[in-house]
Nanobody
Framework: QVQLVESGGGLVQSGESLRLSCAAS????????MGWYRQAPGKQRELVAS???????NYADSVKGRFTISRDNAKNTVYLQMNNLKPEDTAVYYC?????????WGQGTQVTVSS
């Protein structure tokens, strides 16, 4: 069964940090491009960060310098370290895996940042 399971969300205050994890199963994780997306109420889902199968990261301008995406292929897991969180980072965060024509989404994890 192909599955992505996110964890690590929660409620924090502005300036604090969180680390999200996304554990993959049922796919050849090492061959997948992985991404973190987020969707705030009333807004479209947007790309936050992505990482290629080779480990090259890419970030949205709004999170550059604050968020870091990484992957551990031995654990089939991708991480999103989020530092200096801001209220505008509040959203449901989704993990995404892409392998050729296959696109898989996780169920999402809520991140809420209070001011």
């Amino acid at each position: 069964q192909v599955q992505l399971v996110e964890s690590g969300g929660g409620l924090v205050q502005s300036g604090e940090s969180l680390r999200l994890s996304c554990a993959a199963s049922g796919i050849r994780f090492g061959n997948c491009a992985m991404g973190w997306y987020r969707q705030a109420p009333g807004k479209q889902r947007e790309l936050v960060a992505s990482i290629t199968s080779g480990g090259s990261p890419n970030y949205a301008d709004s999170v550059k310098g604050r968020f870091t995406i990484s992957r551990d292929n031995a654990k089939n897991t991708v991480y999103l370290q989020m530092n200096n969180l801001k209220p505008e980072d509040t959203a449901v965060y989704y993990c995404n895996a892409k392998l050729m024509n296959l696109v898989i989404w996780g169920q999402g994890t809520q991140v809420t940042v209070s001011s």
